[in-house]
């Protein structure tokens, strides 16, 4: 064993400096059958269109057999490109041409691209304070040092935004999510929106839009895409088929200038070559057969129930110190008491056989403590009224 | 459109130092319905098993939809781990528990995970010369330096891998393809396997073994993976499922020690969370229910055949001071005339409509522009002969 060299090799300096995130840990103890999680972020099993999928998977295996299980293009299958370009124009008004788009293995990789091609190690960029774990982890990957900027009800706040870039005045991108954040559930209204816009164009910044719950709005009326709004080019747009087709396909895309499309690109073929033939194929037979427009209402009725069934028992069984968001559309509540380190009402949590996610672990620094994220689109009715009532006794007991 | 920021967006140092392969441009020339490519390393779409993807797909939708359409695990679906833990003990004699499996989005990620979790940007690894463009494209990415061994016909050369080890002495690993090497077709003979095994373990030093056509060998008698003759450790092993099954669900596999699997999965989720759970499910089925084993005599024959009309054609077209490899598996075959440039030769070869990789691009220093590789796999038997014919023209024209 003495020449067993591989227990004494010493790891890259980047590897060494990332950590395996708390959500990890939430999903070793879903094992146990009487937990409750709300940790996950996963989707609800029955939102996935398993009769739409077989009957688009048969079509196209016995039509386009060979195509579908060979190489594919890195930057995707053209035809899907073509079919995601028309969709954004019908439905966000987002104008692109089928060149602007590359198809990438979930959003997840799209962020690490881009975090990839555009900042240096040490270079920061700025988001939304608490934002997804999955850019925080992408941009850590590549040595991203990240600045949060302060929300409220209404999204980022601009006023906070303004003296964040006061004392560091050239990130390399702001990362925002406009619609049902995650994990917060908050929409930037169209007020900041325009005001974001206003901002990156005047200081001359990149933003990357993050929108992968825009098609699942259960209440309120649509609000514009940063893409849609921009006039000067300077959003990249991300979008996902996980949450409105399955996420087992990771598939991801993102609309982008040609420069920055070339660029991803080239990373993308020494990541992985080009994303699965097989879903890229099943993802265009499904937007160009019109399933998708027929299947997502059914997303919405499930989850617009879902969340309303979790609102009514926090409203039931939280103590009436806690606050939480009331999205109007996503997969995500927030839940914050002042005061409280949920990262400690962890353990008591999970004696009560109920998961969340601690609110520390979406802020790039760490160092909030007050809030929870949880998940309302996977688990049963039952298991949600429950599950919020052990809740409220983790809180119960936290304020003893 | 003086805020359009975009077009003066500075890129990452890594990313401006990355260049477009030239197998990229060749894949453009493609579009002429009279070039005969022998430039692409596609397998032949009829070794695509339609039928039984086919089946199995509709056996575990029906079966397993719901789970088959969700997120699976960063590592990969813990069952086709345990069938390729099983079909490594059986046909190649390596010992691993399904622990110490990753599954990847294609061998590529593996390669580029790989990469950055043992080197640092500006480390050294060593590589056989010429190698695996893929690979050079995945390391680069990560900064690391290459440093490439000659070759002979029996594989690397160790007595030039202990002078390169005087002078380049901790490199990171040593990246190794043994069977039917990509470009050459050259196969690691036993002594030199035993050697390298021996020497590497002396030094200290991690071995990368890239494997993706060792399932495919047409004759000749099989050789042991350095995998399962290594006492200690030392070996990474990669597999694909891309030519055995069909490079459209992007799924390949390593076999590592724990310390390296738990890395590759911090990273892996950063990069993509994980793999098409689909793709999985599915190669899952193929393995388990024993298509593969039914499957693979259909592709060996395929391959022998079109390698054997190839080397035929080879004999009878090229001038008699051209030389070629006569691999006995794999995709492709490695032609070197002494003198010859091939990237000069390249413009008469698209006059006369015919596509190779010039075979500096195999180089990690580029400097050697005596060979080509061309590809037996994809083209019609009437292309592959029509097209060798018209390389002899290339080549004796390049003798002028």
Redesign the interface.
Known sequence: ?E?????R?E?????NS????AI?SILKAIGDPEMISFGGG??N??S?P?DD??KV??EL??KS????????ATEGLKSLSVAISKRMKQQLSINSDPSEIVQ???S??AL?LLG?????PGDYVISEAPTYL?AI??F???GIRMIGVEMDQYGMKMDALRRTLKKYSHPKFIYVLPNFQNPTGISMNLERRKEFLEII??E???ALEDDPYGSLRFSGTQLPALKALDK???VIYMGTF?KVL?????LGYTIA?P??VD?M???K???????????EYIAEGYLSGGYIDRWIPNVIELYRRKRDLMLKSLEEYLPSDVEFTRPDGGMFIWVTKKGANTDKMLEDAIKKKVLYVVGSEFYPDGDNHESMRINFTYSSDEKIVEGVRRLGKVFEGAGK
């Open positions: 064993m020449k067993n060299v591989l227990s090799w790891f890259s300096t980047i590897v990332m950590k395996p995130s990890e996963l989707p099993p029955e996935f398993v999928v077989k998977f048969d295996i016995t057999g060979r195509q579908m299980l060979q190489y594919g990438t293995t979930g997840q990789e690490y990839k091609i555009l900042a240096n999955g982890t992408a850590r990957a590549s164009s005047d001359g910044i990149i000067n080019n300077n996980s399955a996420p087992g396909f990771r200038p420069e920055i660029k690109k080239l990373v073929q020494a990541l992985d070559l080009a994303s699965s033939t097989i879903s």
